[in-house]
């Protein structure tokens, strides 16, 4: 009988939460549940996001790969994988890349950054092939990503391409790629902002 409560609360924490610290995540949390409580929303009084959107295997397998064992942690690693926006990372300690690079051991991972020389190398393979690609260093955003970010993927016959400058790639609905960076006090514009998913 809470289902659509429960969903809406964990659909909005996956969405919006991220980029708060741990004691804004609970008053924005209870806000929500004031909210759907005015609507005659029904929700479980006792509904714990982490239960419902992990499994206990996933943070079992998530502990072994270097995650922090903690709350605001399995928070963290439960919106960077359900994800609709790519992620962007605030991560001045460097754990979290720690946490992806062993995520994805068994999976190409590429590492890159927009002062590689081979970055546009890098973006090409992963968007190809579907590679998982971290991209480090990011205190601002390069324009070359912004069709990426958009997912404004097009047809030609069987294959989806996107634009990647002047050329066009195949993209690989396999794709995913965070970006990170370490210094916490970095500021995003508000059209980055609404388009990346903050953690």
Not at 50 to 64: A, F
Not at 73 to 91: H, S, V
Request: hydrophobic letters at 40%.
């Amino acid at each position: 009988a809470s289902m659509i409560g429960d969903v809406l609360i964990c659909g909005a924490f996956c969405t919006y939460i991220g980029f708060f610290d741990l004691f804004m995540r609970q008053r924005v949390v209870a806000l929500w549940r004031e909210r759907l409580d005015d609507a005659d929303i029904k929700q479980k009084e006792d509904l714990s996001i982490i239960e419902y959107l992990s499994k206990p295997s996933e943070r079992l397998q998530w502990k072994q790969n270097a995650l922090p064992d903690d709350d605001l942690c399995y928070e963290n690693a439960i919106i960077m994988r359900r994800f609709l926006r790519y992620p962007l990372i605030i991560d001045p300690s460097g754990q979290a890349i720690t946490f992806l690079t062993n995520e994805f051991k068994e999976k190409k991972l590429l590492k890159t950054s927009f002062v590689e020389n081979s970055f546009m190398k890098s973006l090409e393979t992963a968007l190809r092939f579907g590679a998982p690609l971290i991209v480090m260093d990011v205190d601002k955003v390069d324009p070359i990503l912004n069709n990426v970010l958009n997912r404004e993927t097009h047809k030609s016959g069987p294959r989806v391409l996107i634009s990647l400058g002047d050329q066009d790639i195949d993209f690989s609905p396999a794709f995913e790629m965070y970006m990170c960076t370490r210094d916490s006090t970095a500021q995003f514009t508000p059209d980055l902002c609404s388009r990346v998913t903050f953690v």
